[in-house]
């Protein structure tokens, strides 16, 4: 189902434990970037890290459980998109992420998410919900008009 998204405010859904709802997230993240005005570059990125989070949040957190729900917030604070997504598993720690660059790490699969949306995104933050679940916050700064890094 498609809805426009505004430029500025909030959107925020509550999204099944299904690879399905990976896509639906992302379509929705990159429509609320471009009509906040993100470049297509930044629109890439925003997607990318959206996706990741919420396979993180299906995958591990709520480990397909389909009484368990994935939220997705979008919300602009001033020129910055601000996306969280959340679950409803057991948590985990930032910390506890193994580095996918690391030697001994690149054949496995884990950790190579949270590295693309710290890669992707401006900030970072993960955060363990009371009794259950996990946040992840992700801020993307809005890119200056002269189209130049600060």
Do not use: C
């Amino acid at each position: 189902m498609k809805k426009a998204m505004p430029s500025t405010g909030r959107v925020e859904v509550q999204l099944e434990s299904s690879l399905e709802s990976v896509d639906q997230a992302e379509e929705m993240a990159r429509r609320f970037a471009q009509a906040a005005g993100f470049s297509e570059e930044d629109l890439d990125k925003i997607g990318m890290s959206v996706r990741e989070g919420l396979v993180n949040a299906v995958h591990h957190g709520n480990k397909y459980d389909t009484h368990k729900r994935a939220g997705l917030r979008l919300e602009m604070e001033g020129p910055n998109l601000v996306v969280t997504v959340t679950d409803q598993g057991s948590g985990f720690e930032l910390a506890g992420v193994p580095n996918p660059l690391a030697s001994e790490n690149l054949l496995k699969q884990t950790g190579r998410g949270v590295f693309l949306m710290r890669a992707f995104m401006d900030e970072v933050e993960v955060r363990r919900l009371s009794p259950t679940g996990t946040e992840v916050r992700m801020t993307k700064h809005a890119a200056p008009a002269n189209g130049k890094e600060e």
